[in-house]
């Protein structure tokens, strides 16, 4: 499951929902957004990720879903 925020996460919730569908993007808040502007950031697996851009972030949920 990759859970992001509208909010602050940093990142186009529709690309997330058309790349690993719709069903698999939990969007809340994550109580994380102190401090972090400039980065993309959400939980992949319950799993923490913080990244510099977009594609930086795509890659990483890529490579833990692959685990």
Do not use: A
């Amino acid at each position: 499951m990759i859970l992001v925020c509208p909010s602050c996460s940093g990142i186009d919730i529709e690309i997330l929902e058309e790349k690993f569908g719709k069903e698999n993007i939990d969007t809340c808040c994550l109580g994380e957004c102190g401090g972090i502007e400039g980065s993309v950031i959400g939980y992949i697996n319950q799993k923490f990720i913080e990244e510099d851009s977009e594609e930086n972030f795509i890659k990483k949920i890529e490579e833990n879903l692959e685990q």
